[in-house]
């Protein structure tokens, strides 16, 4: 499989992100977050070939929305186990992939990277990051992974009551992408969720890593 094509990463609130390369869609993270303020519908997405879940809470995994969007396409999804078993209780089935693995989803090459999620006061999901097409990284809910450095984009939680920036902006430092694109944003006001890219802009891009900013349903090819 060849990956010397743009792949076109779209973003549609918070954590959720659209991939597409060579005519396919591959879906990430459809939380009620994306929803809540009616900006957008389950459907504004269109139909996509794959879905990829990092964890089960609904920020990140909203089941309404999934129904709403495999009416549009049957697609297959593509998540962990803990996941995997709570879709199967709604009806619908996903394939279990284990972390350290690489499947193919559509045109796609994914790896499963082992990202335990955030601190938080209760009892913390199962968390999976996802690499494709050894291009983007998404982490879900977690700064604690390791991958290659020098991706061409990391998608970098911002804003979650289990971070703070400033470990954010080390993470990246750390991992050395060319670009991050600031997500997990949907927990702050507007006005804040401008300013945390042109914060991040001013602590990386002396690293040399750029910061791109994307709004509902803007896209950029890496």
Request: proline share 7%; charged share 25%; net charge negative.
């Amino acid at each position: 499989m060849r990956y010397d094509n743009y792949m076109t990463i779209r973003k549609y609130l918070h954590s959720c992100l659209v991939v597409e390369e060579a005519g396919k869609r591959l879906l990430i993270d459809p939380g009620d977050f994306c929803f809540i303020e009616g900006l957008i519908k389950p459907e504004d997405i269109g139909p996509v070939d794959g879905i990829l879940i990092t964890h089960k809470h609904a920020d990140h995994c909203d089941v309404d929305a999934l129904r709403r969007i495999l009416a549009l396409r049957t697609a297959p999804i593509y998540t962990n186990a803990e996941v995997a078993a709570v879709l199967a209780v709604e009806g619908l089935a996903a394939t279990v992939v284990k972390e350290g693995t690489t499947f193919e989803v559509a045109n796609f090459q994914v790896e499963a990277v082992h990202a335990p999620h955030g601190q938080i006061p209760a009892v913390a999901p199962d968390n999976t990051g996802y690499l494709i097409n050894k291009k983007l990284f998404h982490p879900g809910d977690s700064l604690d992974f390791s991958i290659p450095e020098g991706i061409e984009l990391l998608a970098l939680p911002v804003a979650a009551p289990w971070l703070r920036i400033v470990d954010s902006l080390e993470k990246a430092k750390g991992v050395k992408p060319k670009a991050v694109l600031p997500i997990h944003d949907a927990f702050v006001k507007d006005f804040m969720r401008h300013k945390l890219p042109r914060l991040c802009q001013t602590i990386l891009e002396p690293e040399g890593i750029a910061v791109h900013t994307l709004e509902l349903g803007e896209s950029l090819d890496i």
